[in-house]
């Protein structure tokens, strides 16, 4: 007989269970005989393993509790002549699933644990997934809690120690547990508030060469018991179970827990129970997507669902505000409009030489300079090289400029009903060539001009206008040749220099402006074409259409010959930075003469007078404009009267200063950021179709170096030596990325000057830039690389072969490029000087490197820079990635002769400092914590450092 009264330190052994009784001094501490129709107290012990007793006929298992045979439990209870109204007839259920209580027996099958403990190891366990109405079976009852799982470790059928676990839930797992399972996937048993019990003086607990009371006394947290079903066809008496759980537990043995094999499950059921509970399930187990999806999936869905959602809401504003931007008629047709410009003077501050301290002074660059452009006309500026006219062009044009600018700028009206140009729409009519040329290198010339018609004109003119305002342009700028030919650069040869200024006269052109300035528009080009260029801008100021207003242009000119002299209305001379004349072209023979230096006759006045401005000293003092310019160019009484018709309509709208926020955000664009946006990306994509050199770099390169990593870490053991291989190629992986992230600041550092100067051109918004610009490098230059490159290296390996482990660990490879990524944009924004931006992202390379986890420890990481860790996304990727690879992962290798099988979480923790199952914390660092500030520091930087500042 069994005593079962000694006391239990485990709430759920004060009464022993089934196949449990009390031997000596330690409760619950030997097996039982018999089988679960006695009650526990009544069950004969086994008192000693070498003595065994005998289960009773159809029972079998280390304690007698499991039902052999299907008609096992029916044979006992009629032989037993239980009595009771019984109605159902009893079954032996051989399942793990319980449907009340299930009893299981294992052997332990580790090899630490053997080969410290030699001898036949078996678990016995009692999973109770609801309390028994035992009067329905004639089993006998005992004090069974549902939701508990009660477990006990025999050593050559002596009980070492036994566990409880409570709050358990059962549930279906399609997967099984060993490789031959049967098919027929698992059951889950999972448990909370795990407690053990080391009975003493057994071998296991102070008896033998090791004692583990310390570590089983000490086991805790949750615990689950996962077992393959039964399949009587083909695996009698084979299935395999897992043992997971407490942390203890988990370090130990890792993430596949205690194998368990040669599994045998047995309860006696009545057959109808067993009937209506399979009915239920298969109810209850319906299509319910939910219990399938883990939570990575979830989650990611969840986050793709809101991306795409975010992304379509975006991409719905932006065509509702093109298609609105497609029907406002009401810019198309304005009359001509003017410039007026009073007492404009322009300082730069200036190192004052034998001041040591740096001491500034102001150096005038413009003085005081006034002058007017009427509507509809063509204004020259004359003078020589620095004597302001550049200044005078970028001031009248709104260009963002370093020094202190004074005066005021107003824009003329000719016709009186025309008043809607306000301060905002001012860049939107003005078009601006600049001195030196900025062209797309790998466009052809009509994509240029389609480039910047798309951008410069408003979206109400239709594809067709379009077309035919850029061959109009084409034919009347002798293009036409050329159109189809690609620009080129110092790399590639594309067209001439003066087929080049004339492509960015042409772009300005294409946007029909209001008001043209051009910077050396004739500059490189031959005389014949010089004259052709200007008399199509002086038909542009002269022909108007019920579409376009005329131009007003204002250019400026070195030494222009007699003829193009003579085509301007009016010519202004500068001479450092004053104004000495401003008049017509015929009227300039009369003011050389009056200024006591006629015209030689056999020169041009325009290079006369240039000649003069070389030596102001040679004017006469008093200021060429009150005085001279009004004494020669006396005004008709109907002149006069026009002029102050013209006076009246004059509209400020702009003053030369200004505001702070104006210069962060720069010009307003022409076009909606739709059009924006479009416009950009088809050409990025355009221009790397043609120049695909980088993207094949990228992705030839990562096939390349993907095959080498590949190779040199061929198929990883689970030995010691192929666990450092593994965690090698990982770091490998990581490091290549953040290398070929380079590439991002030298790809932004490339576009930076061309943007800033379409930028102050109004062509777009930085922002719609950056959008195009991070579709391109963030899709084809980092994420389909760092795809290419772990899909190689991955497989070839040999990392773990579940879809959702490849898919984690690819997820973190593209975040963590595009990490990387941003950080180098981020540099090569805010540097202009690239080998600085360079400088720093190794730096950051290094840091990462250092800190990544893989080459000193977290850990040991001394404490005043022990912060550093967290500045590296490296280490959160290779975290990340371990959680994914290691953890559970078992080494099993021969040191010394002896055979090892560890778990790598028993010291993959201690050897990187890296925290276990960190996959969702890292991933959400990598994401919120780096991405997300760095596109948006990307974001400020490129709209506070990719700004023209002359
Ligand atoms: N940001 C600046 N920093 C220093 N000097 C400047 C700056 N902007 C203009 N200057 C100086 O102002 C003077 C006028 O320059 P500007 O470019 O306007 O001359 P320019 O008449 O257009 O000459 P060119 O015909 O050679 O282009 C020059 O001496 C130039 O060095």
Known sequence: MSKSSQSSPLSLYKACPQGLGTNGSHACDAATCGSPFQLPSDRQLITHPSKPCKCEQGFGGANCNICQGSTSCQDV?????????????????????????????????????????????????????????????????????????????????????YCQASECRQSNSSQAVSTKGSGLGASDYSCRNLECYCIPGTDMCGQGVFDLSPV????????????????????????ACSMNGGELLKTTFGDSGIPLQNCTFGSCLGQNELEIFYANQSVESGPNLNSHLSRAIVGGLVAIGLLIA?????????????????????????????????????????????????????????????????????????????????????ILAGRNKSGRISGYISLLHRDAQDHQVTVDDVSKIMAYVDQDDHLPPYSTVREALHFAAKLGLPEAVGSRDRQEEINQVLERLDLLPVAEKMIGDDQTRGISGGEKRRVSIGMALVQRPSILLADEPLSGLDSRTALRVVSSLRDRTRYGSSRWSPASIILTVHQPSSEIFLAFDKVILLAEGQKMFEGKPTDAFLWCASQGHPCPEN?????????????????????????????????????????????????????????????????????????????????????????????????????????????????VKTTISG???????????????????????????????????????????????????????????????AITLTSIVYWMVGLRSSARAFFEFLIIAVIFNIDMAAYNMILAALFEDLSLAILLSVLGILLNLGFGGFLLNLSNIPGAIHWVQYLCPMKFALEAAASIQLHGLMIQDKVSGLNISISVSAFAPSLFGFKENAYYNDLIVLSLAFLLPFILVLTFTVIWRLKEVR
């Open 603 to 715: 020169r041009s006045v325009a290079e006369h007078m240039v000649n003069m401005a070389f030596q102001p000293g040679l004017f006469k003092p008093s200021s060429v404009r009150e005085d001279l310019v009004e004494s020669i160019v006396v005004p008709s009484p109907r002149q006069q009267e026009e002029m102050e018709e013209e006076k009246a309509l004059e509209t400020e709208v702009m003053m030369a200063r200004k505001s702070c926020a104006d210069k962060v955000r720069g010009p307003k664009s022409k076009t909606s950021t739709w059009n924006q946006v479009v416009t950009l990306t088809e050409r990025i994509f355009k221009t790397n179709a043609r120049d695909y050199s980088s993207l094949l770099f990228h992705i030839l390169g990562s096939v390349i170096v993907g095959f080498f990593i590949g190779g040199c870490f061929f198929r």
């Open 216 to 239: 089983i006394n000490h086991l805790n947290g949750s615990f689950s018991l996962k077992c393959d079903f039964f399949d009587p066809a083909t695996a009698a008496g084979d299935s």
């Open 723 to 785: 666990f450092q291989n593994r965690v090698g190629s990982m770091f490998f992986i990581f490091t290549l990325s953040s290398f070929s992230a380079l590439s991002a600041a030298t790809g932004l550092h490339k576009e930076r000057r061309r943007m800033i100067r379409e930028r102050a051109d109004g062509f777009y918004h930085p922002m719609a830039w950056l959008i195009s610009h991070l579709m391109f490098d963030l899709l084809l230059l980092r994420a389909v690389p």
């Open 77 to 161: 209870r009629n032989r037993s002549s239980i009595s009771g109204p019984f109605t159902d007839q009893l079954v032996c259920h051989q399942q793990p699933e319980a449907v009340t209580t299930t009893y299981i027996d294992c052997n332990v099958n580790q090899k630490t644990i053997s080969a410290v403990f030699p001898g036949d190891i078996k678990l016995t366990v009692s999973k109770v997934v609801l309390s028994d109405n035992f009067t329905e079976t004639g089993l006998a009852s005992w004090p069974s809690q549902a939701g508990t799982l009660l477990s006990q470790l025999w050593l050559d059928g002596e009980e070492q120690f």
């Open 310 to 394: 975010s992304i379509f809401t975006a991409i719905l504003l932006g065509i509702i505000f093109h298609r609105r931007a497609t029907r406002t008629e009401e810019s198309l047709a304005r009359g001509a409009l003017g410039l007026r410009w009073d007492d404009l003077s322009y300082r730069l501050p200036e190192k004052m030489p034998g001041h040591r301290r740096g001491k500034l002074a102001k150096r005038n660059i413009l003085e005081s300079v006034s002058g007017k452009l009427e509507p509809g006309s063509m204004v020259a500026i004359l003078g020589p090289s620095g004597a302001g006219k550049s200044t005078l062009l970028d």
